[in-house]
Nanobody, 123 residues
C-alpha cells in the first residue's frame, strides 16, 4: 500500500503561482512513478503531469507545458507540482497518484490516489 496526501492548494489570482505537494508513505515510494491529475466541477478528471521513479523523465499534458513543473524528492518521499502563470481554467481539485509504470496518462491505470487539494484561480 502507498498512502498519498496532497497539500498546498488555495486561492490565487490569475498569473500567480502555487506549489502543490504530495507526501507519500508506505511501500518504497521510489519504486513508483507519480502523476498529477485534476478535476473541475462538472468535468471529467484529466491528466496533468507524470514523473518517472527517479525523476529523470517527465511528461505533461499540452495545456500546462511551460507553466507547470513536476518534480520529486525520493529522500523525503515527496512529489511536487509547481504551477506558474495560473489561469482561471486551472481551477480544480488536484490529485496525486502512484503506479509502477511510466508514463501513464489515464487515471484508471494508477493504483494509488490521494484525497486531493483544491486550487482556485480568480480572474
Amino acid at each position: 500500500q502507498v498512502q498519498l496526501v496532497e497539500s498546498g492548494g488555495g486561492l490565487v489570482q490569475a498569473g500567480g503561482s502555487l506549489r502543490l505537494s504530495c507526501a507519500a508513505s508506505g511501500r518504497t515510494v521510489s519504486r513508483y512513478a507519480m502523476g498529477w491529475f485534476r478535476q473541475a466541477p462538472g468535468k471529467e478528471r484529466e491528466f496533468v503531469a507524470t514523473i518517472s521513479t527517479r525523476g529523470a523523465s517527465t511528461y505533461y499534458t499540452d495545456f500546462v507545458k511551460g507553466r507547470f513543473t513536476i518534480s520529486r524528492d525520493n529522500a523525503k518521499n515527496m512529489v511536487y507540482l509547481q504551477m506558474n502563470s495560473l489561469k482561471p481554467e486551472d481551477t480544480a481539485a488536484y490529485y496525486c497518484a502512484a503506479d509502477t509504470l511510466f508514463p501513464l496518462v489515464r487515471g484508471e491505470e494508477y493504483d494509488y490516489w490521494g484525497q486531493g487539494t483544491q486550487v482556485t484561480v480568480s480572474s
